[in-house]
Every structure is written in C-alpha cells, then in structure tokens.
C-alpha cells in the first residue's frame, strides 16, 4: 500500500509537471486561442475514443450523466479558451501566478455551498491575497488584458473543479475524460460556426504548430486528464494539495528556462506571486489540520 502510495505521489508530480508544460506549448503555438483548444479537445477526443473501442472499453452512460458531462465539459473548454488568451495577452509566469488563486477561492466558496461559518484565517490568507495581487498588477498594468482574462479562467477552473467532484465517482476517469472533452469540442465547433470561422484557412497548421498540438492533446491531455484521476485514489488531502499547488511553480520555472521571462518580469512581480502561493499552500494545511482534529 505504501509502495503504490510513492509511486502515485511521483506519478501526480509527473502530472502536475505536464499541466505547468501545457503553458508553454500555448505559448508556443502561434493560431488563436479558440482554435488552439477546438484542435486540442478534439484531437485528444480522437486518441481516447480509440483507446476505449481498441481495448474495448465499455462508454456509455445514462442520459442524465452524459448531459452533466457534456456541460462539465464546455465549462472546461472556455477554462482553455480564456487561460491561453491570458497567456498570449501576457505570458506564461502572469497568467500560471494569478491561476494559484484557484485553491483559495474555492476554499472561499465553501461557506455558500456548505452554509458555514466565515473562518478568521481565511479572512486573513485573503487580505495578504489582494496585496499580492495588487503587487503583480501594479508591476504588469501593462498586461491588464492578459491578467483579467486569467482571473476569468480560474472562476472558470473553480466552477469546473466544483461540479466535476460530484461527477468524479459516478463513471470511469477514460468515461468522464471522452463525455467532457466531446462536451467542449461541441461547444467551440457551435461558437466557430457562428463566427464563420470554419474555413480552409482553419484547418492550414504550419509543422511547428501541429507538432505542439499533437504534444498537447496526446500527451497534456488525453494522458494527463485520465491517469490524473486514478493517481488520485491513493494519495491523501495533503500529498494532493501540495502537489496541485506545485503546478505554477513548475510552470514559471520552465517558462524562464525556455522562454527567457525572467527578464520581463519585475521584484514586484516574484514578491506578489509568493504572497499568493505561500497563502494558498498555510491554508490548505490549516484545513487539513481541522479535518484532523
């Protein structure tokens, strides 16, 4: 037990470490953000679904379930959708920095959904919260757009997060992944319709960028957003909080690393980002310890 206990904890880090890649692939590839996530779902629809009929896999769901999918989904495609658009507008490091808010409004969230009271610590962790992001925002006023378009993506991320915990135990992880993928795919095909932007100049890629999106839906995707369930089974509150929380992290290092952004980004910056992160990371320990007591 304490062997599988390693080796998914290894495994989830592996994970969270292809979620903070995921940025830079979206920075890397040079078509638009709606389209960049209709080639991802959709791609990444193509390789589940011929796992589950190569290895026979039985799909199906009551309708009921299928509808709350499909929707989970399309909340999950406009999550893409406005975190890439944050990334273009800005880049990787702002975008990952404003994205670790996540834990913590959905944590904040938890009086209205559990009718709790309002917890002292928390009021606090917020206050250090609104002075990081008021750091990070007076340091790069000049990427406003990019920044708002990410405050939308993790409501976004927390609302997905919130229905997707009532879903989780009802279907297989291969059966949620193909349901909600197929979800968002359906949604953005609608929106490219509308927009007429289904045309032939839609489905020309240079190699580069079709290199990327095969990586993204193969590997960031259809990889990550299964195996991340069943990893998750063996692994407690707090190994899966810390991990989760490592994503930006691991996203900002690589995003100096391979896109150099260390040189765009000021002391402001890096000095908001670790009163975020370091606030999110005291409260989830502080939850821990009153579930343990």
């Not at 609302?159 to 193909?178: H, W």
């Amino acid at each position: 037990m304490q062997k599988n206990k390693i080796k998914s904890l290894i495994h989830f880090h592996f994970i969270v470490f292809i979620f903070g890649f995921t940025a830079i692939l979206g920075s890397l590839i040079s078509i638009d953000s709606i389209e960049l996530v209709w080639y991802r779902m959709t791609l990444a629809s193509i390789v589940l679904l011929l796992y589950a009929f190569i290895f026979k896999k039985r799909i199906t769901v009551s309708k009921s379930l299928m509808l709350k999918l499909l929707f989970s989904g399309m909340i999950i495609a406009l999550h893409w959708i406005t975190f890439f658009k944050a990334i273009k507008a800005s880049n990787v490091s702002i975008t990952l920095s404003i994205l670790s808010l996540g834990a913590f409004i959905t944590s904040i969230l938890e009086p209205l959904f559990y009718k709790r009271k309002i917890i002292l610590y928390e009021v606090i962790f917020g206050l250090i919260i609104v002075i990081g992001m008021s750091l990070i925002f007076n340091s790069q006023y000049q990427y406003i757009e990019g920044i708002i378009y990410a405050l939308i993506s993790v409501l976004l991320s927390v609302f997905f997060g919130l229905i997707n915990g009532k879903l989780i135990n009802k279907a297989s992880s291969l059966v949620i992944s193909i349901y909600e993928l197929i979800g968002g795919v359906f949604l953005i095909s609608l929106l490219l319709l509308f927009s007429n932007d289904f045309n032939n100049e839609f489905f020309k890629l240079s190699e580069d960028d079709f290199f990327w999106l095969l990586i993204l839906a193969t590997v960031c995707t259809a990889y990550a957003f299964v195996i991340s369930v069943d990893v998750l089974k063996h692994l407690t509150p707090y190994s899966l909080m810390i991990s989760i929380n490592m994503e930006p992290v691991y996203g900002i290092i690589l995003a100096i690393v391979f896109l150099n952004e260390f040189n765009n980004l000021s002391f402001d910056f890096y000095l908001g980002f670790i009163l975020i992160f370091t606030s999110v990371l005291l409260n989830g320990i502080f939850k821990l310890k009153e579930k343990k007591t």
